[in-house]
C-alpha cells in the first residue's frame, strides 16, 4: 500500500481524504508558471460545459461534432466539439514534431504520441440508459404498493410519494440529470481522455503521468493550445473557453463565438424546452410501462353477495393523453419534479408562490418561452448549496470566524471568489 496516494477506495475514511489531498496538491503543483492544472471536481467548475452564464443546464448538439482521426481505434473514432477537434490535432502535431528533434521521449506511453481513448459522451444516450434501469426499478416498487392502477391520476398519486426522497440524488427530468453526478465534463464536447488509466490509483497517477519525462512538456503545451489539465484526471484534457486559442478555433465555425457567452449560444443549448417535452412522454410510458391492462375487482353488494369485476385501465394514445391534460397539469408536475431535485428543502408556501408565478404565464406566452429562459436559471443558482464555491467559502469563513473567537487561530484570512481559469 502506497504510504502517500490513493491505490483503492477500500482504506479508512481519514486515510482516503488525507491521501487524496496530498495527491491534489502534488498533481496541481507539478509544474511551476502555469495554472491549467485544475482540480475539476470541486465547487461550480463540476458543472463546466453543463451550465451557461445563467446556470441553465446545457448541451450540444450532434451537428456540432467531429471524428477525432487520432483515435486510439481508428475504425471507431472518438469524437469531440469540432474547434476542439481542430486544436487537439495541432497541439498533438507539435508532440510528433518535438518527438523527431529528440526534444522529447519517444518512449512515453501516452505523452509524446497522443491518441484520443474517450471524447464526448452522448448526454442523451447516458440518460436514456439511466432511466431504462429507473423506470423499470419504479414499475417494480409501484406494482408491488398497488398494481391496480385504472387512470393515470391514481398513477401519478402513486408515483409522487414513492420517488420523492429519491428526486435530489436521482433525478428523473433531463436537466436534472444532467447537472447530476451521472453526468461529467465527458458529456460537454470539450474533454478528451489520451489515456486509458485507472481513475481511483493516484499512486499509479503519479508513477505514469506525473513523473513521466514528457509531463512538464505535456502540461506547458496544453496550456499553450487552451486546454485545461484534470487535476484528477492527468490523462484528461478539456479544452478552457475563455482562451483566445480556443475562441480562435471556434471563430471558424461561427463568427458570434468570440467571447464565452457567445461561443456557449452558438455551440449549446438550453436544455429546458427538451427537458419539459420528454418529461411528458416519459411519464406517459412510464404509466404504460407499470399499469396492467385489466385487473378484478371484488365488489360488496347490498345483499351480502360478492361480484367479481373486470376492470381495464384506461388506455391512451400519446395525442390522447396530450389531449386530456392541459399544459397546466404539466406544468405543475414538471415545477414540482424540478424544484424537488434542485431545492429539496424549500418551503411548500414558496413552492406554491412559484407555481402561481409560473402557471399564470402560459396563457400569454403558450410556447413557453419565457418559462424556460427564466425557471431553470432561477432554480439551478448553485449559490450557497451544499458542495457549490460560495457555500464552501461561507462555510470556511464561519469555522474560521469561530476558531478565532475561542482562540484556536490568531487571524482570519478571507478566501475570494475568484476562478483559476479563464473559461466561465
Not at 479508512?12 to 475539476?40: C, E, H, P, Q, W
Not at 414540482?336 to 400569454?364: A, G, T, V
Request: charged fraction near 25%.
Amino acid at each position: 500500500m502506497s504510504k502517500y496516494y490513493v491505490e483503492k477506495n477500500n482504506e479508512s475514511t481519514k486515510d482516503l481524504f488525507r491521501k487524496k489531498t496530498v495527491y491534489r496538491a502534488t498533481s496541481v503543483l507539478s509544474v511551476r508558471g502555469v495554472r491549467n492544472i485544475v482540480d475539476m471536481s470541486q465547487a461550480e467548475k463540476i458543472f463546466y460545459g453543463r451550465l451557461d452564464y445563467s446556470f441553465n443546464p446545457i448541451n450540444t448538439s450532434n451537428d456540432r461534432m467531429s471524428n477525432i482521426a487520432r483515435s486510439i481505434e481508428p475504425n471507431n473514432p472518438q469524437r469531440a466539439i469540432n474547434f476542439v477537434v481542430d486544436v487537439f490535432n495541432e497541439m498533438a502535431l507539435q508532440f510528433e514534431k518535438r518527438a523527431m528533434m529528440g526534444k522529447i521521449s519517444k518512449t512515453s506511453i501516452f505523452l509524446s504520441d497522443l491518441k484520443v481513448y474517450k471524447g464526448y459522451q452522448s448526454p442523451a444516450q447516458d440518460y436514456a440508459r439511466y432511466r431504462g434501469v429507473y423506470f423499470n426499478s419504479l414499475k417494480a416498487i409501484i406494482r408491488q404498493r398497488n398494481s391496480k392502477i385504472r387512470n393515470f391520476d391514481e398513477f401519478v398519486k402513486l408515483l409522487v410519494p414513492t420517488i420523492s426522497d429519491a428526486l435530489p440524488q436521482q433525478p428523473l427530468t433531463y436537466s436534472g440529470f444532467l447537472k447530476s453526478n451521472n453526468c461529467s465534463v465527458m458529456n460537454s464536447g470539450l474533454a478528451l481522455e489520451i489515456a486509458d488509466a485507472d481513475y481511483i490509483n493516484d499512486d499509479n497517477k503519479v508513477e505514469q503521468f506525473l513523473k513521466d519525462p514528457n509531463w512538464q512538456f505535456f502540461v506547458r503545451t496544453c496550456n499553450t493550445y487552451g486546454f485545461i489539465v484534470d487535476a484528477n484526471v492527468p490523462w484528461r484534457i478539456i479544452a478552457d473557453i475563455g482562451t483566445p486559442e480556443i475562441l480562435t478555433a471556434a471563430g471558424r465555425y461561427s463568427t458570434g463565438a468570440t467571447s464565452v457567452t457567445g461561443l456557449l449560444s452558438r455551440f449549446y443549448n438550453n436544455s429546458s424546452a427538451r427537458s419539459y417535452m420528454m418529461f411528458k412522454r416519459h411519464l406517459y410510458e412510464l404509466y404504460n410501462m407499470t399499469r396492467v391492462a385489466q385487473f378484478y375487482e371484488i365488489d360488496n353488494c347490498s345483499d351480502g353477495s360478492i361480484i367479481k369485476k373486470l376492470v381495464k385501465s384506461e388506455n391512451l394514445t400519446y395525442a390522447q393523453f396530450l389531449e386530456k391534460y392541459p399544459e397546466k397539469y404539466f406544468m405543475n408536475l414538471y415545477i414540482r419534479f424540478r424544484l424537488r431535485e434542485e431545492q429539496p428543502k424549500m418551503p411548500e408556501n414558496q413552492i406554491e408562490r412559484l407555481l402561481m408565478q409560473y402557471i399564470s404565464m402560459i396563457d400569454s406566452d403558450p410556447e413557453l418561452i419565457n418559462f424556460h429562459n427564466n425557471f431553470e436559471s432561477f432554480i439551478n443558482k448553485t449559490f450557497d448549496k451544499s458542495g457549490s464555491l460560495s457555500y464552501l467559502i461561507n462555510s470556511s469563513n464561519a469555522r474560521d470566524a469561530k476558531q478565532f473567537n475561542s482562540g484556536e487561530i490568531d487571524n482570519i484570512i478571507i478566501t475570494d471568489t475568484n476562478n483559476d481559469f479563464s473559461g466561465y
